[in-house]
């Protein structure tokens, strides 16, 4: 009996351990079969794949087909290129580019291309259908085509060819092991669509179609009344005596001859309303502007002009744009560029300095057609024909099926179909554009006439240049190319969606997705520009009245605009002048022109009421001694601010619910502060009780989210990484912030827009700047936000010209040789 | 001649794989040598592959003088290994713990895929 028990035990026991073995085994080798896997392989400790994106840095050597060039880091992480070739400069600059922000670049061209779903999945889908449809990539690649014949060709090459080079040298940034896929090679055509990505973002306005929607809903005098096409203001950015460029004042017709004195008077009806909404969700973000200055040496204290900039464009980890520093014989320029762009887009150069704000040009015109019942023919002049270009294109979708898209064209540009609806697009983007040549010839310009010069070749976006120069010379120019509308030979505005198949708002001159002669638009000479103006500011909004030729309607309301004239008049009267400390001083300005407008009704509103809530009383105290300033320790700044949505809502919200139109049809806080009593939104309503409830909305909200001042509900949190959702890691520290949407210290924390760059600029003596954020996208990097906190203070930093200290990296002539 | 007793006929020999891990499970040079060759060779192959930590944690426990230590012995290898994880970061090591939820991965792999591998203690008593 004893032996058999020894036996049931041995027996048993080594049962057991079988069964623990086969655990082990069955264990690891299931997990290695499982899902788990995957992630392990890319995050387990020591052999993670993602790790080796920690430990990225650029090496001591590289070896550069394109020649010998030097790479100083300053502390900031700007890369500061010196060499004795231009090409090899450039390939530098492709390799920094991709070692620092390789992701950026390659979801950027992702999205142009409409090849996010291949990644993303499902999710992206109708943006990869609009970027398909709008044939991005193929309008780059007529760009392309004339850029390579250029002196900037060789240059664009010899960036990618870095671009590469880095790709095939260093890991892979953090976000491609997130995601799990490897970027393709980078060409010259993906540096074009970066040209058009940020065109698009400054003139993607679809603004015609909303406002032929609002007028069929409201009928076209409420359209008129509650969306003007001209802000009644006099803070034009010109007044109409400035210097002109001489010799070249030809006019097409006197202003006063422009056909288009009234509304717009839409032949055709308009687009569906889910066209039209789906349309809008493609726009230039809410908040897209800018502002810059320009004070000539008679006006500051050094005798040297400053400008002064600062673009208002997406918010986000990293920034879109990227500091960078390049030296040699025939330039030494530092400025800020798009990642992907080779050249420095708004910067100084030795002799001077250049920035952009927004024009608001309508360079973007719809079209309804007569299309047949197959969907195969348009009609246009007369005759039924095919479309010019009509092919399905598959979009590849991560874990999915792939989708097919019709891509259409007329001769006008793309036709965009959405559920059965559609509307063609013209858009000067969609043609060959020389605006890269342009920024290449900025670099290694000497002074105004080399500047205006390669100004010519601008064509897109429409911006409002402003240089000064080291001999004291300054300058405003609209750049980009504006189309002159003609129906039956008569010169009409864009403001309006026309009948294509009529042939009504032809462009003449203009070739969709080949090259344009340009000969049908405003020449050069006739676009608003000023020579040598002493001070001269632009924030968006129109650029001056009466302009010989229709420019836009897209400005701005004039909040930023008359704060910086008010300003910089006062300090610059009575022979008043300037430092950079003022001018840095003014970009921090957060007084709200709205408040003035708004608050003391609100005010009044409450203390009128026979029995008011004590809290609505505090409020209203606060509001009363407050400065209109949207600093974050103001707790009156933060009950403005969230007054003002519910007062639009309560104002606008139920005409508009009835009228089928959401909250992005709502006009304008301008508008909303002039409204009279007894306009016909109120419908009966008193404007000072919807006040008092809308405030009492605002408390309401404030303590269900307990925010004690605006700094609370004003953060950084929204300037979040593509994939921040995700990987919230990868998001920018959550931060008081000061400034509105319609302060000059522009920030909207409901959009991510603000102000993206800041920069101000002695051309010839020196130049300060400072980011949103950091220069390096690599989240390991020191310099991923290393200026988050100065940006939140414009506390700019130095940002000195030339080939900086020792160098980090040494490219060296491949032993292949130079090309 | 030797005055050490004679070595019983059926007495296993010091190269008996039986009597080694005995050894090395029980005397305290040997015992803190294979410790840390088994350490160290486990977090060699976690390396290069994540299976590596498995085989760390199996390798620790294996030395260990009870199944019960060698839980404790596999889970101070996954520690040795998230050290050693930390040590090759270098510099960027210090922005890995704000990397969430990817550090949770990372740490919990290298605690529980060794704790799994002490499951080789339990097999070879």
């Known amino acids: 009996m004893k032996d058999r028990g020894i036996a049931w035990e041995v027996t048993r026991d080594t049962t057991r351990r079988a069964v623990l073995a086969s655990v082990l085994a069955a264990g690891s080798a299931g997990l290695a079969a499982s899902d788990a896997a995957d992630l392990l392989d890319s995050f387990a400790p020591l052999s993670g794949e993602a790790w080796d994106a920690a430990d990225r840095s650029l090496p001591e050597t590289v070896e ?28 530098a600059v492709g390799y920094c580019q991709a070692f620092d922000r390789l992701f950026a670049m390659d979801l950027q061209r992702r999205v142009m291309r409409g090849r996010l779903s291949e990644v993303i999945g499902e999710a992206t889908l109708d943006s990869d259908e609009f970027n398909v449809a709008m044939g991005f990539a193929d309008a780059a690649e007529a760009t392309w085509d004339v850029v390579a014949e250029t002196r900037a060709g060789p240059l664009v090459e010899a960036f990618v060819d870095g671009v590469n080079a880095a790709m095939e040298d260093l890991p892979l940034p953090l976000e491609f092991e997130l995601i799990g896929y490897e970027p393709a090679p980078w060409t010259p055509v993906d540096s074009m669509l970066m040209e058009k990505q940020i065109s698009w973002t400054l003139t993607g306005d679809f603004g015609e179609l909303r406002r032929a929607l609002v007028a069929e809903h409201l009928g076209a005098d409420r359209a008129a009344t509650l969306f003007p096409t001209r802000y009644d203001h006099d803070d034009t950015i010109l007044d109409g005596t400035e210097t002109r ?109 250049w920035s952009f704000t927004n024009l608001g040009a309508d360079v973007l015109d719809c079209y309804r057609y007569d299309i047949d019942d197959a969907g195969d023919r348009y009609r246009y002049d007369g005759e039924w024909r095919p479309f010019e270009t009509d092919e399905r294109e598959s979009i590849p979708v991560a874990g999915g099926e792939d989708r097919e898209v019709r891509v259409r064209r007329t001769v006008h540009g793309p036709l965009i179909e959405r559920e059965g609806e559609t509307v063609g697009v013209a858009w000067t983007g969609h043609t060959a554009t020389r605006t890269t040549v342009a920024i290449e010839a900025y670099g290694r310009s000497g002074g105004i006439d080399d500047l205006l010069e390669a100004t010519r070749d601008f064509d897109l976006p429409t911006q409002n240049l402003v240089y000064a120069d080291a001999d004291g010379r300054t300058l405003y120019f609209a750049t980009g190319r504006l189309p002159i509308r003609r129906t039956d030979g008569e010169v009409v505005d864009g403001d309006r969606i026309f009948d294509g198949t009529a042939g009504e ?53 004039p909040y930023r605009g008359s704060r910086i004239a008010d300003r910089l008049d006062a300090a610059t009267g009575d022979e008043g002048s300037t430092d950079p400390g003022f001018h840095r001083a003014l970009q921090n300005d957060v007084r709200d022109g709205r408040g003035p407008e708004l608050v003391p009704e609100l005010v009044a509103a409450v203390r009128d009421r026979d029995d008011p809530d004590p809290s609505l009383v505090d409020a209203a105290d606060a509001l009363d001694e407050w400065d209109y300033r949207m600093t974050r320790g103001s ?25 089928d139109l959401g909250e992005g049809y709502y006009p304008s806080d301008w508008t909303l502060a002039r409204l009279p009593d007894d306009d016909p939104l109120f419908d009966g309503r ?21 925010w004690e001042t605006y700094g609370d509900y004003n953060t950084t949190r929204s300037m979040s990484h593509p994939l921040g959702g995700e990987a919230p890691f990868l998001n920018y520290e ?54 988050l906190r100065r940006w939140l203070g414009n506390d700019q930093r130095p940002m000195p010209l030339g080939g900086g200290g020792e160098p980090a990296v040494r490219f060296e002539p491949s032993t292949e040789g130079s090309q | 001649m030797s005055d050490s007793p004679p070595r019983p006929a059926d007495a296993p ?113």
């Open chain 1, 245 to 353: 460029l001489g010799g070249s004042a030809e006019r097409v017709r006197d202003a006063s001859d422009r056909a288009s004195d009234g509304g717009p008077s839409d032949s055709v009806g308009p687009v569906d309303p889910e066209l039209a909404d789906w349309l809008s969700g493609f726009e230039s973000p809410t908040g897209v502007g800018s502002n810059s200055w320009v004070v000539s040496g008679e006006r500051t204290a050094s005798g040297t002009p400053t400008v002064a900039y600062d673009p208002h464009l997406s918010l986000q980890a990293p920034p879109l744009w990227y500091e960078q520093s390049v030296d040699t014989p025939e330039r030494s320029v530092r400025g800020a560029t798009f990642s992907g762009v080779p050249f420095v887009i708004a910067g100084a150069n030795d002799r001077g300095t």
């Open chain 1, 734 to 787: 959550s931060l008081p912030a000061d400034g509105s949407p319609a302060t000059v210290k522009n920030y909207r924390v409901g959009s991510a827009v603000g102000s993206s760059w800041r920069m101000i600029v002695r051309p010839g003596t020196d130049a300060t700047a400072v980011l949103p954020g950091g220069n390096s996208g690599d989240y390991f990097s020191e310099h991923y936000d290393d200026q």
């Open chain 1, 635 to 659: 707790r009156a700044a933060l009950l403005f601010a969230r007054y003002l949505p519910h007062f639009r809502e309560r104002v606008f919200g139920p005409t508009f619910a009835d009228a």
């Open chain 1, 64 to 91: 550069s087909p394109h020649g010998a060039a030097t790479v100083a880091r300053d502390e900031f992480g700007v890369p500061q290129i010196e060499a004795d070739e231009e090409p090899a400069a450039y390939f």
């Open chain 2, 13 to 125: 020999s010091s190269a008996d794989p039986a009597s080694l891990l005995d050894r090395v499970r029980t005397e305290p040079r040997p015992h803190a040598a294979a410790l840390v060759a088994a350490v160290g060779v486990g977090v060699a192959l976690a390396i290069v592959h994540w299976v590596g930590l498995i085989a760390a944690g199996a390798l620790a426990s294996l030395v260990a003088p009870t199944v019960r230590r060698g839980v404790g012995y596999a889970l101070g290898a996954g520690v040795v290994a998230l050290a050693a994880f930390a040590v090759s970061l270098g510099p960027s090591a210090a922005a890995v713990p704000g990397m969430r939820p990817v550090v949770y991965l990372a740490v919990g792999a290298g605690l529980v895929l060794p704790l799994f591998g002490s499951l080789a203690r339990a097999v070879v008593p």
């Open chain 1, 505 to 557: 708002g032809e462009w003449s001159g203009f070739e969709p997705f080949g090259e344009s002669s340009w000969e049908g638009f405003v020449p050069f000479a006739e676009k608003p520009h000023a020579i040598d103006p002493d001070v001269l500011s632009t924030a968006n909004q129109r650029p001056i009245d009466d302009p010989t030729h229709y420019v836009g309607v897209s400005y701005a309301a």
């Open chain 1, 686 to 706: 008193s404007r000072a009780a919807l006040a008092v409830r809308a405030l009492r909305d605002a408390l309401d909200e404030v303590e269900a989210e307990g």
